[in-house]
Each structure stands twice: as C-alpha cells, then as structure tokens.
C-alpha cells in the first residue's frame, strides 16, 4: 500500500515562508512526477509545482519566483518552499506522485496566510 505522509504546514503572515514537505512510501514502483496542488474554499484544485524524474518543473504563474520545488528520488520525498507568501495562497496544500499510471495523493495539508 502507497502512503504520502505531508508536513509543514501551519498559519503565517503575509510575506512570510513556509515548507512542506511529503514522503512517499510502500510499493510505489517507477516515480515519475512528484508536486504539490492546492485547493481554495470554493474553487478547483490547481496545480502549485511538479517535478519529474530528471528536474524538469511545471509550475502555476502564481508561484513563479516565490516557490521552489525540490526532490530526492532516492527517498521518493518532495518539498516546497514557499516564499514572500500572500493571502491568495491559502489554501490545502496536496502532495501529488504520479507513478505509471498511477495518481496518488496526499491528505492535505492548510497553509493559512493571514495577519
């Protein structure tokens, strides 16, 4: 059985930074990509930032320069770092590892940005 255990989330003020961080574990087989989504009150799950087996990223307009994804294949572990953090960016934050073509997830994590 594959579990995503997530961590990291929490309440920050604007402009601040959070991490999170997910491992993937159990028969998972071959990786492909490994990232985050999110989801606002009312709206559709989105995609934040994914990252395949050799680096390559696919991320929303809205993390560009203040998120940075990052990856150890050897672990199956995934984080991102979120910075210069705005009150948009609230949301339940999943982890997302694509394995064949398999999609597993994450239970969710809350990021609440607020003053």
């Known amino acids: 059985q594959v579990q995503l255990v997530e961590s990291g989330g929490g309440l920050v003020q604007p402009g601040g930074s959070l991490g999170l961080s997910c491992a993937a574990s159990?028969?998972?087989?071959?990786?492909?990509?490994m990232g985050w989504y999110r989801q606002a009150p009312g709206k559709q799950r989105e995609l934040v930032e994914r990252?395949?087996?050799?680096?390559?990223?696919n991320y929303a307009d809205s993390a560009k320069g203040r998120f940075t994804i990052s990856r150890d294949n050897a672990k199956n572990t995934v984080t991102l770092q979120m910075n210069t953090l705005k009150p948009e960016d609230t949301a339940v934050y999943y982890c997302?590892?694509?394995?064949?073509?398999?999609?597993?997830w994450g239970q969710g994590t809350q990021v609440t940005v607020s003053s």
């Open positions: 997302n590892v694509k394995a064949g073509f398999l999609d597993y």
């Open positions: 159990g028969r998972i087989g071959s990786v492909n990509t």
């Open positions: 990252m395949d087996s050799l680096g390559s990223t």
